[in-house]
């Protein structure tokens, strides 16, 4: 299964060539960064807005209402599967 993550764009990066030098995002999420692609993306997000990340890419622009919505549902889900000792990685 594969799982999509909101993280908010902290930083814009290149974009003047789409070969040469494609428009990227740093993201940020619970203390994690990462620089992603955003050719796939909706649009060109702005710094501050969340985008959905998958196998590197942006593929979808958040409001923040939304980011925070599905950010809380997955904490929430992790939150069952750590107290059932489900959750991938946990100690059993």
Known sequence: MCLAIPMQVVELKGGSDELFDPPVA????????KEIRLEMADRIPLVGEYVIIHAGFAIRT??????????????????????????PGAPQ
């Open 26 to 33: 740093l993201v940020e999420s619970d203390g994690v960064r």
């Open 62 to 87: 958040l409001t923040v209402e939304d980011a925070e919505y599905n950010l809380s549902l997955m904490r929430q889900m992790a939150e069952v599967l750590e107290s059932q000792g489900r959750l």
